[in-house]
């Protein structure tokens, strides 16, 4: 029972830092579309913005689903820190 516990616990703990570099990444192409738009000519501006506002929703979304797996993180770890 121990050994499923742990490896239950490794998961999560594999979950969590997979979504924290999705967020990461996120941030990432974010900060490089914000970049291209803001330099971006006349005739790109408006296609770059567009790259912007993609980039924001998918930051957003990561960021939706790392902050959902530190919740599941820290409710498992309060069940277990209740039960000892």
Known sequence: MVGLAFSAQEHL???????????YEACLRLKESYRAWTRAGAGKASYEFGQCIAALDAEESAADEYARTVLRVDRRRARTTARR
């Open 13 to 23: 703990g594999d979950q969590l830092l997979i979504a924290y570099f999705d967020w």
